[in-house]
């Protein structure tokens, strides 16, 4: 090898992370993608509230007593949403036949961006865009993703500011479910 090779293999040498930099990059990048979620328990009974589904159907909150209903907050365009979305989607599949319901509510999107972002994600539970009614009953939510769990009764037991996981899902959602009459 000549000198000059010799030199800029030396020099990659030196450039070359340690482990330990590579496991802190990698920490990083985690926290980057994937920021905590701030999580608030409660107890309060909700207002009724209602939305339009993209094909025509209306959705009533009576409709869902008796379920313990993921209300979830997101756009087409968050990033931390997308991500989020196939998560949800597993859990509401493996979960759906034990009482456990998912409305994910557009905070900007028409009916129709909706339907077609849903079919082409291939996702099953159903999505609506929002409306005054339901801002009265969660409030105006400014920050997606956010989402809400309501037991059975209709009470609004966690609200979940950030992007959801698997395994919050399951410990905050799982014990609701187990305390539901079947």
Known sequence: MDRQATDLLNAA???????LTLILLGLIAWLWFRPPAEVSDGNR???AWQVTLPDGRVLTSEALMGKVVLVNFWATWCPY???EKPVID????????????????SVDDTPEKIAAWMKEKGYGFMAAPTNASVAAAFGDVSSVPTSFIVDADGHLRHTIAGQLHSARLEKLV?????ATPP
Do not use: M, Y
């Open 13 to 19: 040498k030196k450039w070359t992370p340690s482990p």
């Open 45 to 47: 009974a909700l207002p």
């Open 81 to 83: 949403c997308r991500k």
């Open 90 to 105: 597993d859990f509401w599949q493996a979960h759906r036949n034990t009482g456990f319901e998912v409305i994910s509510i």
């Open 174 to 178: 799982l014990p609701l479910l187990k």
